[in-house]
Antibody, heavy 121, light 107 residues
Framework: DVQLVASGGNLVQPGGSLRLSCAAS????????MSWVRQAPGKGLEWVAK????????YYLDSVKGRFTISRDNAKNSLYLQMNSLTAEDTALYYC??????????????WGQGTLVTVSS | DIQMTQSPSSVSASVGDRVTISCRAS??????LAWYQQKPGTPPKLLIY???FLQDGVPSRFSGSGSGTDFTLTITSLQPEDFATYYC?????????FGGGTKVEMK
């Protein structure tokens, strides 16, 4: 079974930094595109970043570009999200998501349980 | 950015009802649309991709249709486990964007 276990979420002050990790198992991580998607409390879904299976391509939501960095370590089957200059608008549950190629595009499946990031003073 | 607009934002229905949820893209996205189901306290689950392809293990009472800018998710006979929030998502271009969600509630 695919497992995506995210960790690293915490309470952080505005302007602070946090690094999220996601431990992947049950599939060939080094052959899989991966993404982070977030969900603010009681709100909808917002895609944050995506990374190619070899780390050679990354894509970001405009509002996090320059502040967040997605990366991966295929030897450790791990995905990361380095988040700097955090603001209250970044408060959300962050999901680590596998992005399989199906019928022409990459989709989000499956999703991990998420890790909560709270930005507040 | 492509805006995804879902309607209605909520719908009240009974077990056995046929439920239809709409999703409109602010510009054409071909068939690059997915539908996800999310139950309280759990992560979303992929139901349908490329507008009409059913994800493995998803019951056949779920179906998707549409192309271009207008899409529909249909649940032909609502079951108790289908009460949830449904989101559409476009994969045509970055940034990848989701609709605001449709909550299917018990009447």
């Amino acid at each position: 079974d695919v497992q995506l276990v995210a960790s690293g979420g915490n309470l952080v002050q505005p302007g602070g930094s946090l690094r999220l990790s996601c431990a992947a198992s049950g599939f060939t991580f080094s052959a899989s595109w991966m993404s982070w998607v977030r969900q603010a409390p009681g709100k909808g879904l917002e895609w944050v970043a995506k990374i190619k299976y070899d780390g050679s391509e990354t894509y970001y939501l405009d509002s996090v570009k320059g502040r967040f960095t997605i990366s991966r370590d295929n030897a450790k089957n791990s995905l990361y999200l380095q988040m700097n200059s955090l603001t209250a608008e970044d408060t959300a549950l962050y999901y680590c998501v596998k992005a399989p190629w199906k019928e022409g595009k990459l989709w989000f499946d499956p999703w991990g349980q998420g890790t909560l990031v709270t930005v507040s003073s | 950015d492509i805006q995804m607009t879902q309607s209605p934002s909520s719908v009240s229905a009974s077990v056995g009802d046929r439920v239809t949820i709409s999703c409109r893209a602010s510009q054409g996205i071909n068939s690059w649309l997915a539908w996800y189901q999310q139950k309280p306290g759990t992560p979303p689950k992929l139901l349908i991709y490329t507008a009409s392809f059913l994800q493995d293990g998803v019951p056949s009472r779920f179906s998707g249709s549409g192309s271009g800018t207008d899409f529909t998710l249909t649940i032909t006979s609502l079951q108790p486990e289908d009460f949830a929030t449904y989101y559409c998502q476009q994969a045509n271009s970055f940034p990848l964007t989701f609709g605001g969600g449709t909550k299917v509630e018990m009447k």
